[in-house]
């Protein structure tokens, strides 16, 4: 396995990581750099449904666990999950029709992820995102195929950054999950993933490489275009 806080590559050189047995992907800032969408879609959401939220308070209060978990801290009057589903589904669709006009791959994703299924490693996808999201952004980007399953964050009771999500992405390939190296570009995610056993590659879309870092990651890449496999 790769050892914490080797190195940042900005440089032309190629990086070069030890083979893993199977890599799972985050999805939103890490596939896509798509956070500002979602973040225009909760201050949309909150303005429709009066909440009296500001965006500090959301981030920093409000916005982690699961869908189900953040709607009923916005709703605790809602007390079943099928209630809390589909006021949650209401922003989920609102932040599709914004974000799906601007839906594009990371710089070299596509590449990435041709070179590992050539090296025929295992793609799972980890993300908080609901299947409807899933959908979307893998079909649009026309990756769908590369994936041999995907797991959103409808699947499990606990979200990011409890490792459940990652555990049973793993769980799904087969591969144990200290085999498994993720791509994330969060904390609350290089958390759940580390708290899984498993090294990560920091994304550099929402933090700088140093904070990658320094929240353990083994690397921080600012995009896909010049890592390979040893």
């Not at 006021?87 to 070299?108: D, M, Q, S, T, W």
């Amino acid at each position: 396995m790769v050892k914490n806080h080797l190195f940042y590559f900005q440089s032309m050189a190629q990086i070069l990581l030890p083979l893993p047995k199977a890599i799972l992907f985050d999805m939103d800032g890490t596939l896509v750099d798509n956070m500002h969408f979602h973040h225009i879609a909760w201050m949309l959401f909150i303005e429709e449904k009066k909440l009296n939220i500001d965006a500090e308070t959301f981030e920093r209060d409000y916005h982690k666990g699961t869908l189900i978990e953040v709607m009923a801290y916005f709703f605790p009057h809602l007390k079943t999950e099928a209630a809390l589903r589909k006021v949650g589904n209401e922003k989920e669709a609102l932040f599709r029709e914004i974000y799906r006009p601007h839906i594009k791959p990371i710089n070299g994703l596509l590449q990435f992820l041709d070179r590992l299924k050539e090296k025929n490693i295992p793609i799972g996808l980890a993300t908080m995102g609901d299947q409807n999201n899933i959908t979307m952004t893998l079909t649009e980007l026309g990756i769908l195929d590369y994936f041999h399953s995907t797991t959103g964050g409808h699947e499990v009771e606990k979200g990011k950054p409890q490792p459940d999500i990652f555990l049973k992405a793993a769980h799904k390939i087969g591969i144990a999950p200290k085999d498994c190296l993720a791509f994330e570009d969060t904390q609350s995610g290089i958390n759940s993933a580390q708290a899984a056993g498993m090294n990560v590659v920091g994304v550099a879309t929402q933090f700088s490489a140093d904070k990658l870092l320094s929240l353990g990651c083994c690397m921080a890449i600012e995009d896909y275009r010049l890592i390979d496999f040893v």
